[in-house]
């Protein structure tokens, strides 16, 4: 017993999991006491019983299960962490804990369930229920339903999803079970109680006495809304809340609760969808065209049974609805019509928004069926179009519906003006706007007037509907001219009508109404909000305020007449008199005589027609004068106009009178009621008048006035037809004039654009070339307002005018439209009402849009043309679509209606032939300019089609699409495209292509909305989806998309759709959110009304220029760096926005302003204290990161927001950049004045700079450098110190920036590091410095070397931390470092310090390898400067002399007092930057640095200088004529003209004469030899290339050609351009400057040379061409692979073209192609494959196959294909990516043969591909590569060929021929080159010495196949072994040739030793008699570049023993060499001396 209590001691979680029942009831009761004790729910003591819950409520004893079943609701009521355990303890419970008999444990398994939706774990809670149900327990299931049961009843249906419960309850309700079946009859009533009928269709299947039962219960259920009785946690604070206020203040805000509350579920939503398509009977569309009406009803029939299902699944309906469309409009049997409109409706019904497509199509013939008279049709009809209405929208549907109100048919007319009315009650104030109202109303009017009643009362149902919709302030503008009568009756109508939305709507407008204040916020804002939160309560606040300023102002009279719209739109109070001015009568000439005397004088009136002028004169000014004193109510202006044009009227022909009487029409017309009556009267005379010299001005006065008066478009229009009857070319091209400054004054508005054209186009015609300039102005003015669009008017004129009406719109280009100055003040806007300020815009746009002529194509639609489209044949499908995009061109603008186009279209979007895809986008892209804003009817069955196509796998395909998709969306807006599922949809496709070109293009368009249709929400999901995606570019759009949405749909919205995901995907995307939030735009602000007045006349903004935006005007003033297109982009706050035109700014931002003016930062005592103490005690993350995770980014926000301004932090963490500037610049502006500030939060301050750091974008980094330097000049001058929190969370980042590409950036941090020395000690720097020297990134490297060498030299040793020694250790490892520049540096550096330290650098460095110290030593050599004592001394001997080079680099502010910072300056100048004193190359800073360690003694040491060179050794060989002396500077001259010097002598490569071209060579040669200096050439590669080949080229054509020229000289020359070109070609980083056409020029000349007979015949020239051979195979190596390739291809490409080219010179440049194929595996990835394939496109262009077919040899085709191949199988299908350099790639051969390549390549093996690329390039004879050779000897012969395997092979094939002494291996030999065949004899004579301990044989004259060549630098004083270009060493062997050359220069002769043979030099001609022919040195020349080569080639040779040529011995040792050698030098030394 006692063993059965030991576990009394076990701790409480180990009792819990025991094996003994006791023990474990012990441990449940005992956890149940901690968790009722444990008060704080975050609480550490939680988690330790994470994992036990699971056991708590499973436990196999019953009793025991209780307790833990008490425990386990303890536990997940109370711990934070308790809602990670829901799944599995759920599902315990539904498995262990329901299936028990005690009535207890069933309960608290419940109560644990209900708990954990508590918690927020609802949905998982439900996932598991759910699961239950499908136990074959009962009892599970019964307590599974009763748990979901009780959690609906107690939390609501918000929380518990009733779909899925739905969808199993038919289940249920079938079980054998009866206590289920019980359940599932409760819990169905439940649910009955929260949805109402919302429940019955899902039910319907069930048996019919079940659901009697049920429809009982549902009876007795009380009628009020359900409220939830249990709240989750996050909604128990608010339920407390509103508690208090229903106890404290009613029951008002229980109301709007219950409002919230209302059953929204939708009986639809919780439907199946079902997928009819398929079902359809097989033989539908053949018996819906048959003859026999029964038949047809059949078809019909089986389609009504399918379209029952209350909810279908979306699919291609297109057929479908096409076939019933046909039956309903053309079907004769009525019945048949009837069913096919119930067809429509299931389908509509079915369907909803996804139906929206096929409305356009389907509405108008509906309506025009609408003539049949029997009630059962017109019936179904209107059932039909009632369903379809509720698909689509009104605006959609508006222009078919419209078009149908002018039918003849009194019953169609009718039956649309009631449909018009039943689609108003769906409509809001909102979605009733303006623009849609306006037309609806025209047309109802006309129809109050019809003759048959049923018409017009159909019409007042209509207008009283619009009248209750949107209230009678929007409607009254539209129904100014019905009399009282009607307008009653329409006023009647409105009360009876019942809104479908409720009365909320209507009551609020009509309350607003007959306030005085205009405005209808409230109704907006009420309707908006509930129904479509299209518009936000806000938007319309702003717009008011301008309105209210003048509650009454004179009205608007003239704009609708010249509209043709309805009459006068003025407002209350002067309406009636202004609609009588108006259309004033015209009087009788006695009436207006009557009226004009009782008003002038008598005299006055007697004297008009006096035969003396002066009494004219005289009567005219008394007429002024009482025109003058009249009262505007008084004047009758008909009449005194009429009195003027009485004879003589306006044929005066007295200048002054008739100036009088044009003055006196203008005053009436000024002061007087002018009617456009008495407007036509003088409108003629006027004209008449307008050409006169005297006259002119005056009656454009008069016209001005009287525009004003009648407005400018009516009065334009007849100015313009009288004009252009008048034969006086002078009237016209005045009028004209007259007209473009009209059009400037008036603004653009209501002008009548098509009218004008046709005048315009007279005018254009006109001979007179004035009246044709004047023209030309007025189009010019007329762009400003239309924008390009008008220039499509005027294509057909002759290209001249053409070009002067373009160069007049070019002039125009970029300028605003100036702002109406006339016009405005008598029609002011300001006292119409809003609605009519509001769309003034809109109508503006809408009448140039609508104006522009528009052609019907449908004609031209034919059936034919839309079967070609659908051809099978490809080519037919092209001609359909060349027909189309015919006929849109020649239209321009088309009218919407366009047939069956749409269709054919669509089905073109996804044929098979891609070019016919493109084709397609372009038509459609045509289409939308064609049709503008039209095209929104297409949206849904065209646009989404093109949006899939963003799926297509070609790159060009999708940039189409996505061209097009923009194109259409200009013209439509994007709401048509968000609306509805369409888009969801497309998003739902898990296609990588199509998901990230539409959240790229969503991310770009929805910052631009200020709000979108609700549906955007069903886009979610499928958006999350995309967050998770596997394609990271997918994931990358759907982050950036995210803030987008989010913007529009809120982050609760946003938030909750999580819920579906599953735990670990919503764990990440909540995540996410919570990012996007911080990034999350503002909405667009609405653009104030009056900015387009202001800037645009109202011109529309579509048709304003796109140069000059509206933002332009104020974002300027508001915001000066802010580009408005990115505001717009970035939806940038509102501020730019509101503040447009003429309007305040909108509260809002004032306020904002107000808030700036504080301080930026605000001083916390110890706050910096404070936050070091936390970052110690690990309470936040320590600064240091790779880079900045959004941890970091929130803790410094956290931390800011204590101390820096709220404004300014919203600045500094937005996420546009411009913003990071602003703030920047803020601080700039604040730094001196708040220095306290400033330092109080300067850890803060450094640590945001360090974020920039990260960004990508300069001009931000720029602009923080700039501050820093501004900053840390301030901190030195308030002696600041930096702290080490401070230092060590700034320095690295800024270390990082110091190896930026930008050299501007690295100077300014540079800058700063030196400013930083004198806040922070530079001993503490170094280490920071230091550790960039580790970085991967070279230029840091190198620029934190130098660095350490200027502090060192400005502080000395003392700042080398941690000890001099180990820091100079560090520094020394660079010296081997493999980029120059950083070479450069270490040793600088380590010169620094031994200037400053003397030769203690050398015991302090350590060791180093010989190649490094002899580098170093040379340096030092080099700086020749004296160690001075101390670095004091320094200090006086500098600052005079270098502050100049100081000033160049602008780092200094302050002058030369600051010691320490201006020395440091200097010596960083000096070093560091010499390019930034004087744009030297980098090569030269050496040479500074020379200069700055002299101390002003350069000239004077310089032959000190020149005694370590060799360059005295090489002086004998110069022709001893001083002069040539003089011509060849020194090359260490350099140091002082720099690149002039390299021009001067590469000019000389090119002389005629020879020695001077040797002698210029020499020197370059010279440069190349030698790492440091070599660098010297970049730049001028190509310089040098071009001379080389024009120098071959002299050789080639004129030296050779020169009888008196010796050979010898020739070959010598040569000698130095190979030698000098292998130096060259060397040098990779220098080949690779060589460009396309120098390497082609430059081949050329090789290949040439290699062919030229006269060389072949010199007895050394064979080794030229050897050497030549070598260079070949050098240049194709090294250069760049691109380039060469390039250039070979047009090289070979010319020689097949050129007639005189011998077929020798083509096959050597296929020989270069075959060697560069085998390149390619290497060198792949560094060849830009875009312009190889468009030089081989352009070679197939001019060969194409039958051209190379027919060339005598068949290798250009081989080379070819072997070429193609070989990309082909390295690339694989992505070739194809690379054609984008190839314009119309498909009419490329190329294209398609790489696609036969691609299929040929799946069916071959990689291997065989591989072997035919080997035998392409190793074998020129065809039949040999056929032949059947032994496998074995080609597998060795492979091996000989490839590079890794070489030394292998030649050993396989020595045994294999010791073996087989008989072998024959000829065959492989004797097709493959001299150089191979000699290399594999050769290496078998080596392995058979070897073999036979001969020792090495000495290599003679065989090149490897891989020709590679090393760098044989040229020896210096200092030889010790100074590497190859890889790296390796050299043998002596190499300096041993070099020194036969040397000492044959100096005339010394060689056989004087060892009894070699003697040699003579490259360079010079024989100076001694004695000496031997130059072609055993040639031959030594190439052995010994071949040894080095083999060196670096094959690992057998061993690198301390290689061999030269002849009876050489072969050395032991290097060093022993070495030494030989050095000792060798001095000798020749001595000897010269």
């Not at 509930?530 to 305020?545: N, V």
């Not at 020229?1605 to 020739?1610: H, S, T």
């Not at 290496?1883 to 020792?1895: A, H, N, Q, W």
Request: proline residues 5%; aromatic residues 6%.
């Amino acid at each position: 017993m006692g063993d059965d209590s030991e576990w009394v001691k076990l701790p409480v979680d180990q009792k819990c999991e025991h094996k003994l029942w006791k023990a474990r009831l012990s441990g449940y009761e005992e956890a149940l006491k901690i968790f009722q004790k444990i008060k704080d729910e975050k609480s550490p003591e939680w988690s330790k019983f994470l994992g036990l819950i699971k056991k708590f409520v499973t436990d196999s004893n019953a009793v025991v299960q209780l307790k833990g079943l008490e425990a386990a609701l303890v536990y997940v009521e109370n711990a934070h962490v308790a809602g990670k355990t829901t799944g599995e303890v759920v599902s315990g419970v539904v498995s262990k804990v329901f299936n028990q008999p005690k009535a207890k444990a069933k309960e608290l398994g419940i109560e644990i369930c209900l708990m954990y939706i508590e918690i927020e774990k609802g949905e998982a809670v439900q996932e598991e229920l759910l699961k239950g149900l499908d136990n074959k327990n009962p009892k599970i299931i019964v307590a599974c339903i009763e748990t979901l049961r009780k959690a609906l009843s107690e939390f609501g249906s918000k929380i518990i999803l009733l779909k899925p419960i739905i969808k199993v309850l038919p289940k249920l309700f079938e079980s054998r079970e009866k206590a289920v079946r019980d359940e599932a009859k409760l819990i169905a009533v439940e649910i009955y109680r929260w949805i109402r009928d919302a429940l019955r269709p899902p039910l319907q299947s069930i048996n019919s006495v079940q659901l009697k039962e049920l429809e009982e219960e549902w009876v007795k259920l009380p009628t009020g809304a359900p409220k939830p009785s249990r709240f989750l946690r996050s909604q128990q604070e608010l339920e407390a809340k509103l508690e208090q206020q229903q106890s404290a203040g009613g029951d008002a805000e229980g109301g709007g609760d219950d409002g919230d509350e209302v059953p929204q579920i939708d009986a639809y939503e919780l439907l199946e969808a079902v997928e009819i398509l398929s079902k359809l009977p097989k033989d539908f569309y053949d018996k819906i065209e048959a003859k026999k009406w029964q038949e047809r009803k059949e078809a019909l029939e089986a389609v009504e049974v399918l379209v029952k299902n209350p909810k279908l699944e979306a699919g291609d309906y297109a057929d479908l609805v096409k076939a019933l469309k046909k039956v309903v409009g053309k079907d004769t049997n009525v019945m048949l019509v009837a069913l096919a409109a119930k067809c429509l409706t299931g389908l509509a019904v079915g369907l909803r928004k996804k139906f929206g497509q096929y409305a356009g199509h389907v509405v108008p013939t509906i309506l025009e069926k609408f003539k049949e008279k029997k009630p059962q049709v017109v019936q179904a009809l209107q059932e039909a179009i009632d369903a379809i209405f509720l698909t689509t929208t009104l605006q959609n549907i508006s222009e078919d519906v419209l078009a149908v109100m002018d039918n003849k048919n009194p019953t169609i007319k009718q039956q649309t003006s009631l449909f018009i009315a039943r689609s108003f009650r769906h409509c809001t104030a909102s979605t009733l706007p303006k623009s849609l109202l306006k037309p609806f109303c025209a047309a109802l009017l006309k129809h109050i007037n019809d003759s048959a009643p049923e018409v017009r009362d159909a019409a007042f149902e209509a207008l009283g509907t619009a009248l209750k919709v949107v209230g009678e302030k929007a409607v009254n503008p539209f129904l100014a001219d019905v009399d009282k009568l009607k307008l009653d009756k329409i006023k009647e109508c409105s009360e009876k009508v019942e809104l479908i939305h409720g009365k909320k709507a209507g009551l609020a407008a009509d309350k607003k109404e007959f306030k005085p204040v205009p405005g209808r916020a409230a109704a907006s804002g009420a309707t908006g909000d509930k129904d479509t939160k299209d518009i936000s309560a806000p938007k319309p606040g702003p717009l008011k305020k301008a309105p209210a300023t003048k509650p009454g102002g004179p009205p608007k009279k003239g704009k609708p007449a010249a509209l043709g719209g309805a009459g006068s739109t003025g407002t209350k109070n002067k309406k009636g008199l202004e609609t009588k001015e108006i259309v004033e009568p015209e009087l009788s000439i006695e009436v207006c005589e009557e009226k004009a005397s009782a008003v002038l004088p008598a005299t006055c009136i007697q004297l008009l027609d006096s035969s003396n002028w002066k009494e004219r004169l005289a009567c005219m000014e008394e007429f002024q004068k009482a025109v003058e004193l009249m009262d505007r109510t008084e004047m009758p202006c008909q009449a005194l106009v009429r009195m003027l044009a009485k004879k003589p009227g306006w044929k005066e022909t007295n200048f002054q009178v008739m100036q009088m009487k044009l003055h006196i029409v203008a005053l009436i017309a000024q002061k007087g009621n002018f009617s456009k009556t008495s407007a036509q009267i003088v409108l003629d005379g006027l004209v008449d008048k307008i050409g006169d010299v005297k006259c002119g001005n005056n009656a454009k006065e008069a016209m001005t006035a009287i525009a004003e008066a009648c407005m400018l478009p009516w009065t334009a229009e007849q100015v313009m037809s009288m004009a252009f009857l008048q034969k006086n070319p002078k009237n016209q091209s005045e009028t004209l004039n007259w007209l473009s400054n009209a059009i400037k004054e008036f603004g653009f508005s209501g002008l009548n654009v098509k009218a004008f054209i046709s005048n315009v186009k007279t005018a254009l015609a006109a001979t007179n070339p004035a009246v044709r300039t004047s023209a030309i102005t007025l189009l010019g003015v007329m762009y400003l307002y239309v924008g390009p669009s008008l220039r499509m008017f005027f294509e057909d004129e002759k290209p001249a005018l053409l070009s002067q009406i373009d160069a007049e719109f070019e002039k125009m280009q970029g300028q605003n439209p100036p702002a109406p100055t006339r016009g405005i003040s008598k029609h002011s806007t300001s006292g119409t009402d809003e609605g009519e300020d509001g769309d003034e815009p809109d109508d503006g746009g809408n009448d140039v849009v609508d104006l522009l002529p528009r052609t019907e194509i449908s004609d031209k639609i034919t059936s034919e043309l839309v079967s070609k489209i659908g051809d099978k044949n490809w080519k037919i499908r092209k001609e359909g679509l060349d027909e189309v995009a015919g006929i849109i061109n020649e239209a321009k603008f088309i009218q919407p209606n366009i047939g069956e186009l749409p269709t054919a279209l669509k089905g073109r979007l996804n044929d098979s032939n891609k070019i016919l895809v493109q084709q397609t986008l372009n038509i459609l892209q045509q289409l939308a300019v064609a049709m503008g804003p039209n095209i929104k009817q297409h949206v849904k069955n065209l646009g989404i089609s093109i949006i899939t196509v963003l799926g297509d796998s070609k790159n060009n395909v999708r940039a189409a699409a996505l061209a097009t998709v923009n194109a259409w969306a200009e013209q439509t807006g994007m709401k048509e495209w968000l609306e509805g599922e369409d888009l969801s949809e497309e998003l739902k496709k898990e296609n990588p292509f199509l998901r990230q070109e539409l959240l790229g293009w969503l991310a770009e368009k929805l910052p631009t909305l200020r709000s979108t249709p609700t549906d955007l929400i069903l886009c979610v999901p499928h958006l999350y989806s995309c967050l998770e995606d596997r394609n990271g570019d997918v994931r990358k759009k759907a982050q950036d998309a995210l803030p987008f949405f989010m913007m529009h749909l809120g982050y609760e919205k946003m938030a909750k759709a999580t819920g579906k995901l599953k735990p670990t995907s919503k764990d990440q995307v909540l995540a996410m959110l919570e990012k996007a939030k911080a990034n999350m735009p503002a909405k667009p602000a609405a653009p104030a009304k009056a900015t387009s007045k202001s800037v645009g006349g109202s011109a529309p903004a579509k048709f304003q220029p796109a140069s000059a935006p509206v933002e332009d005007s104020v974002s300027g003033t508001v915001e000066p760096k802010l580009d408005p297109k990115k505001a717009k982009a970035l939806g940038v706050s509102s501020k730019a926005k509101t503040a447009q035109g003429k309007k305040v700014p909108s509260k809002t931002s004032l306020k904002e302003d107000e808030d700036k003016s504080g301080p930026i930062f605000i001083v916390v005592p110890n706050g910096k204290e404070q936050r070091m103490k936390d970052e110690k005690g690990l309470k936040v993350l320590k600064w240091n990161f790779t880079t900045p995770r959004d941890e970091y980014i929130e803790q410094l926000k956290t931390q800011m927001s204590s101390c820096v301004a709220k404004w300014l932090q919203d600045e500094m963490f937005h996420s546009d950049f411009q913003h990071h500037n602003k703030a920047l610049a803020v601080m700039v502006d604040h730094l001196e004045s708040e220095k306290e500030g400033v330092i109080g939060c300067l850890d803060l301050i450094l640590k945001w700079l360090t974020l920039r750091f990260f960004d990508t974008n300069t001009s931000v980094l720029m602009k923080a450098l700039e501050y820093l330097k501004l900053l840390f000049t301030l901190l030195s001058e308030e002696e600041y110190h930096l702290t080490e929190n401070e230092a060590s969370s700034f320095i690295p980042y800024l270390i990082l920036k110091v190896g930026e590409p930008k050299d501007v950036i690295r100077k300014d941090v540079r800058a700063i590091l030196n400013r930083m020395c004198l806040v922070y000690p530079a001993s503490k720097m170094f280490p920071f410095i230091m550790e960039g020297t580790k970085s991967k990134n070279s230029k840091q490297r190198a620029e934190c070397l130098e660095e350490l060498g200027c502090l060192v030299e400005s502080y000395g040793m003392n700042v080398c931390q941690p000890t001099p020694g180990k820091a100079l250790k560090e520094i020394a490892i660079h010296i081997g470092d493999r980029d120059n520049a950083v070479r450069n540096a270490a040793l600088n550096t380590i010169v620094t310090v031994y200037n400053v330290h003397g030769d203690q650098v050398f015991k302090l460095i350590g060791t180093l390898s010989e190649k490094d110290m002899s580098m170093l030593e040379e340096r030092i050599k080099r700086s020749a400067k004296r160690p001075s004592a101390a670095p004091v001394k320094q200090v006086e001997e500098r600052p005079q002399r270098t502050q100049s080079a100081s000033s160049n680099t602008n780092m200094l502010r302050k002058g030369p007092a600051e010691d320490m910072s201006s020395r440091l300056n200097q010596a960083r100048s000096m070093s560091g930057h010499p390019e930034a004193a004087q744009m030297v190359r980098r090569e030269f800073q050496l040479d500074l640095d020379e200069i700055e360690n002299d101390n002003g003694t350069v000239r004077c040491e310089m032959p000190e200088l020149v005694q370590h060179k060799l360059d005295d050794i090489f002086e004998p060989v110069l022709i001893p004529e001083p002069k040539i002396r003089a011509v060849s500077p020194h090359f260490d001259d350099m140091h002082s003209n720099t690149a002039s010097t390299i021009n001067f002598i590469i000019s000389q490569v090119a002389s005629g004469d020879i020695n001077t071209s040797i002698q210029a060579l020499t020197q370059i040669d010279e440069v190349l030899r030698q790492e440091d200096k070599a660098e010297a050439m970049s730049g001028h590669i190509d310089q040098f290339l071009i001379a080389t080949f024009m120098q071959l080229r002299l050789i080639y054509n004129t030296h050779m050609a020169d009888e008196k020229l010796e050979k010898d000289e020739i070959i010598k020359l040569y000698s130095c351009i190979i030698g000098n070109m292998i130096s060259l070609f060397q040098i990779e980083s220098l080949a690779r400057e060589a460009s396309t056409g120098v390497l082609k020029d430059l081949m050329h000349g090789l290949i040439t040379l290699m062919l030229d007979s006269r060389i072949e015949d010199l007895e050394e020239g064979q080794q030229v061409i050897r050497s030549v051979n070598l260079l070949v195979v050098k240049v194709l190596e090294k250069s760049d692979q691109t380039n060469i390739l390039s250039a070979l291809l047009v090289l070979l490409q010319d020689s097949l073209l050129a007639t005189a080219s011998s077929p020798k010179f083509s096959e050597l440049v296929m020989k270069c192609l075959w060697r560069m194929v085998r390149l390619l595996p290497d060198t792949i990835n560094s060849i830009n494959l875009d312009r190889i394939l468009l030089d081989i496109h352009i070679f197939m262009k001019v060969f194409p196959k039958e051209k190379l077919k027919q060339c005598k040899s068949e290798f250009p085709i081989r080379t070819l294909k072997t070429l193609l191949h070989t990309l082909c199988k390295l690339k694989g299908p992505k070739i194809l990516d690379h054609l984008t350099m190839i314009d119309n790639k498909n009419e490329s051969e190329l294209e398609a043969h790489l696609c036969r390549m691609m299929k040929h390549s799946m069916d071959q093996t990689g291997s065989k591909s591989d072997k035919e690329t080997e035998k392409g390039a190793s074998r020129i004879d065809e039949k040999s590569s056929k032949a059947k050779v032994n496998d074995f000897l080609a597998e060795i012969f492979k091996k000989i060929g490839s590079k890794e395997n070489t030394k292998e092979g030649l050993a396989e094939l020595y045994e294999y021929k010791k073996k087989y002494s008989d072998a024959d291996i000829e065959p492989f030999l004797k097709n493959s080159s001299q150089f191979f065949q000699s290399y594999v004899e050769r290496g078998l004579r080596v392995i058979e010495m070897e073999r036979e301990g001969k020792g090495r044989i000495p290599i003679s004259t065989g090149i490897s196949p891989q020709m590679e060549v090393t760098c044989v630098p040229t020896p210096t004083s200092t030889v010790s072994s100074i590497g190859n270009t890889n790296g390796e060493e050299v043998g002596p062997s190499v300096y041993l040739e070099r020194l036969k050359i040397l000492r044959q220069r100096c005339g010394l002769d060689n056989t004087k030793q060892d009894d070699r043979p003697p040699l003579t030099s490259l360079l010079s001609k024989p100076a001694v008699p004695t000496v031997a022919s130059s072609t055993d040195m040639l031959h030594s020349k190439l052995s010994q570049l071949r040894e080095s080569r083999e060196q670096h080639q094959h690992s057998e040779l061993d690198s301390n023993q290689t061999h030269s040529s002849g009876t050489m011995t072969t050395s032991s040792s290097s060093t022993a060499n070495i030494d030989d050698l050095k000792k060798r030098l001095e000798r020749i030394k001595s000897s010269r001396k």
